[in-house]
């Protein structure tokens, strides 16, 4: 065998058996725990022309074997707008911090969710015509 083709296994199978196998799906709507996964800082510029920056987390509900992983995009307040809309952007931040079991001073980073155990309501939503479970809300009352 040369060089070009190392790591090439001609003869190569794969033996699992599938049967019974549990496809993942949506949950139904509800409470539930979710454990972050995954957690990354995205930002970048609104049809606005504004910047934005948001975590995009990903999330496991560990107690249910066939649920699909959850992926969820979390944007920071940007307080540039009414004084109104930068306190309901200040309070929907408060919640997503308390939640996840953070003081209300506490700064946070991507890595500091990884891990962390969160309530969550979770509704039945769609992309790209699959089905799919997006976050409504967090439930502070569980943190």
């Known amino acids: 065998m040369s060089d070009e083709y190392e790591g090439v296994v001609e003869d190569y199978t794969v033996d699992i058996d599938t049967t019974g196998a549990i496809q993942q799906s949506p949950v139904d709507a509800g409470e539930y725990k979710l454990t972050c996964m995954k957690c ?3 930002s970048g510029e609104g049809k606005d022309g504004k910047k934005w920056m948001a975590f ?3 999330y496991d509900i560990p107690d249910n074997l066939s649920a699909q992983y959850i992926s969820h ?10 004084p109104k ?3 309901k952007a200040r309070g929907d931040h ?3 911090k308390v939640a996840h079991g ?5 700064s946070i980073q991507p890595q500091d969710f990884v ?3 969160v309530w969550a309501y979770l509704v039945v939503g769609e992309f790209n ?3 799919k479970n997006d976050i409504r809300s967090w439930v502070t009352s569980q943190a």
Do not use: I, K
């Not at 995009?73 to 009414?82: A, I, K, S, V, Y």
């Not at 953070?102 to 506490?106: G, I, T």
């Open 102 to 106: 953070f003081a209300q001073s506490d």
């Open 85 to 87: 809309q930068n306190e």
């Open 129 to 131: 015509g699959r089905a």
């Open 94 to 96: 408060d919640v997503f």
């Open 40 to 42: 990354e800082g995205r």
């Open 115 to 117: 891990g962390r155990e």
């Open 73 to 82: 995009m979390e944007f920071m307040p940007r307080m540039d707008g009414t």
């Open 56 to 58: 995009q987390l990903s």
